[in-house]
């Protein structure tokens, strides 16, 4: 079975300061990383994936996760957050089903709720 | 391209009745999948279907049922309402596996 841990509820940080969303998980394969993204009255959105290869990734609007295997985490950054940043983010993980391909099934962590003040 | 499209988006039901929600997936997707977000208990799975068979299911009761046409089009089915159903139900679509999901903007259920 797998397992997310999304270590902080709720952040709040000052605009132009830099942050750090904590996300770690356990599961007994490999696995497949997300962070997704839902700003205020829209839907989830994609933020940014790894899959294999380089264990930095990064999203077109700043944010980077860096994959850490030893220590089973996948923590979002950014240098310096805006405030169209605010929103909830959501760490989800998923891997390669013995029984069969996956295309949707993913555990999600609880949520960190990013709010950016002027 | 159209996104993915769930109907409706409120609903108000009473205890002991049942209810369908339905999810169009973006065209040429052939992978549905639901979920179910409550504030307490987050981002649940509920179950997943590809071409019309079911792939993967979550850890919900036998109320909760699912299924998917021909046309990838797809509707989720409670049976007998409990008032711990009241939820946000998110459908996604994906194109390939272990890639971006695209989700709804969800359907608002609420149990009296």
């Known amino acids: 079975a797998q397992s997310v841990t999304q270590l902080d509820s709720q952040v709040p940080v000052f605009e132009e300061a830099p942050v750090e969303l904590r996300c770690n998980y356990s599961s007994s394969v490999s696995v497949y990383l997300f962070w997704y993204v839902q700003y205020p009255n829209q839907g989830l959105q994609l933020l940014l994936k790894y899959l294999s290869g380089s264990t930095l990734v990064e999203s077109i609007n700043g944010f980077e996760a860096e994959f850490n295997k030893s220590q089973t985490s996948f923590h979002l950054r950014k240098p310096s957050v805006h405030i169209s940043d605010t929103a909830e983010y959501f760490c989800a993980v998923t891997s390669f089903n013995a029984g069969g391909t996956s295309y949707g099934k993913l555990t999600f962590g609880q949520g960190t709720i990013l709010t950016v003040h002027p | 391209k159209a996104g993915v499209t769930q109907t409706p988006r409120y609903l108000i039901k009473t205890r002991g009745q049942q209810v369908t929600l339905s999810c169009s997936p973006i065209?040429?997707?052939?992978?549905v999948s639901w979920y179910q977000q409550t504030p307490g208990q987050g981002l649940q799975f509920l179950f997943e279907?590809?071409?019309?068979?079911?792939?993967n299911k979550g850890n919900f009761p036998g109320r909760f049922s699912g299924r998917q046409f021909s046309n990838s089009r797809s509707e989720m089915n409670v049976s007998t309402l409990e008032l711990g159903d009241s939820a946000l139900y998110l459908c996604?679509?994906?194109?390939?596996?272990?890639?971006?999901?695209?989700f709804g903007s969800g359907t608002q259920l609420s149990v009296l």
């Open positions: 279907y590809f071409s019309e068979t079911q792939r």
């Open positions: 065209s040429g997707h052939r992978s």
């Open positions: 996604a679509s994906s194109a390939r596996p272990y890639e971006k999901l695209f």
